[in-house]
């Protein structure tokens, strides 16, 4: 039996009842002080053998863990995994070390790019976009010259159009909006005078990324609890708890929780950062500066708290609306249903996103209107609506630039622990998804250079 379905299928002996009435070899026995499920995996075969137990040491080896004992030692550890998710889960535990060590140069990293935008945006911009240039003209080239060195093969050839194409429309887009890159210098220039004057600043995102470890381990937390719950029914010989409606939506309330309080806390940095900056631009006597990231966040919790919550939870219920359709793709997918059906589910889909898509940059310029004027949410949302519809071109080419710049930036930190961490990895070939590991470490670094990106991004 893995260990993730240890945490999955539910026992316990709290209840006597059952065993009293579905089983026969316990009728009559008292077992209210058993309260514990002891689960022996190691001496089992296919199913782990239970017993109820009134103390986990009794039997040595065992520990208390969600109501049930079970063994942690070495030789529990060397078993054969079995599945995918508990290979993945002893590929963590193997190399949980590295993985800190990739994360903590992730977060490194970006504190270097942050830095760099902060003395020398000029530079670092006009490197990365002629560094994009580079890259599509040179990728181009070399997909026709392996097209023609390979005789005329069809899949270079595809290649080499698609990114003949690209590397126009990059060409079409930067003709377009070259003037633009200057007053996205200029702006990079301001924020980072900013930012000098107030470096705490610069501490808040790692406020906010351990904020978020803390939440991710709640929620985690509360995830096990939840799968530990269920209505006792009778399997076999043994009890087991499957899951009713209520537990089954407590998992999604968990999930809607933990998407809440994400989008809440990056809102709450929007608001705190927008203030303060708003503060200092605006202020014109240098005795008033002091503390300005103190009073920002003073406002923050007595004015704005409100107007974060419900624009974080509007996002959290589109994004878990947006999950909900994925999963009711697949069931019609899998379930071959009409095509009026699929169809319906598609444009569902389709419209939530574009909603997402949409509501999450007017929110988070909604923050900024409301620590610069104190206006509630949809105020503050209308009048942004209002300055991008009377300034659409500029706001627009403002936003895909900065977009661009920073996507190019969050790509190259990316590519850095990506490359670091192939080399690790094969150095340890005992693992049994690599690049699966990989890739959740690399979600991981995505979500602290997003963090830290977002104070430009205001």
């Not at 990293?109 to 530079?123: E, F, K, Q, T």
Request: proline share 2%; charged share 15%.
């Amino acid at each position: 039996m893995t260990i993730v379905e240890m945490f999955a299928v539910v026992k316990t002996c709290e209840i006597s009842i059952y065993f009293v009435l579905f089983n026969s070899h316990f009728q009559g026995q008292n077992m209210i002080s058993k309260k514990y499920l002891l689960l022996n995996v190691i001496n089992s075969v296919t199913e782990p053998s239970r017993k109820c137990v009134s103390d986990c040491d009794a039997d040595g080896g065992y520990k208390l863990f969600f109501n049930r004992c079970i063994r942690f030692d070495p030789l529990l550890r060397e078993r054969a995994p079995q599945g995918f998710l508990d290979e993945l889960w002893q590929d963590v535990e193997s190399f949980s070390t590295n993985v800190l060590w990739l994360c903590l140069l992730g977060f490194f990293n970006s504190l270097v790019v942050l830095a760099l935008l902060w003395y020398i945006p000029r530079a670092l911009i006009w490197t990365l976009v002629f560094g994009t240039i580079v890259v599509c003209v040179a990728g181009t080239g070399w997909f026709w010259i392996k097209w023609h060195l390979e005789d005329g093969e069809s899949r270079w050839l595809y290649f080499a159009l698609g990114s003949t194409l690209m590397c126009v429309l990059v060409g079409i887009f930067l003709a377009a909006v070259w003037k633009k890159v200057t007053l996205m210098v200029q702006l990079l220039h301001e924020s980072g005078l900013a930012l000098k004057s107030m470096v705490l600043l610069v501490f808040l995102p790692v406020l906010t990324i351990f904020i978020m470890i803390a939440m991710l381990g709640v929620s985690v937390y509360l995830g096990l609890m939840i799968e530990s719950c269920g209505k006792a029914t009778m399997v076999g010989s043994s009890v087991h708890y499957v899951k009713d409606s209520i537990i089954v939506l407590a998992r999604w309330y968990n999930f809607l929780a933990l998407i809440w309080f994400y989008h809440f806390l990056l809102g709450c940095q929007h608001v705190m950062t927008a203030g303060a900056i708003t503060q200092w631009y605006f202020t014109r006597e240098d005795d008033r500066l002091q503390n300005v990231q103190g009073r920002s966040f003073t406002m923050l919790v007595r004015y704005h708290l409100g107007t974060v919550a419900l624009g974080s939870f509007l996002l959290a219920i589109l994004l878990l609306f947006q999950w909900l359709l994925k999963i009711l793709r697949l069931m019609t997918r899998k379930s071959r249903a009409n095509r009026t059906r699929c169809c319906c589910v598609y444009c569902c889909q389709c419209c939530v996103g574009c909603l997402q898509s949409l509501l999450d940059p007017v929110s988070r310029k909604a923050y900024i209107v409301t620590a610069l004027h104190g206006q509630p949410f949809f105020t503050a949302g209308k009048k942004v609506i209002k300055i991008y519809g009377e300034n659409s071109g500029q706001m627009l080419a403002i936003d895909v630039i900065g977009s661009i710049i920073f996507i190019l930036s969050q790509l190259s930190v990316l590519v850095l622990v990506g490359f670091i961490g192939v080399k690790m990895i094969q150095t340890h070939g005992e693992l049994y998804h690599p690049y699966a590991l990989l890739a959740i470490v690399l979600m991981v670094v995505y979500l602290i250079t997003h963090c830290c990106m977002l104070m430009y991004k205001v």
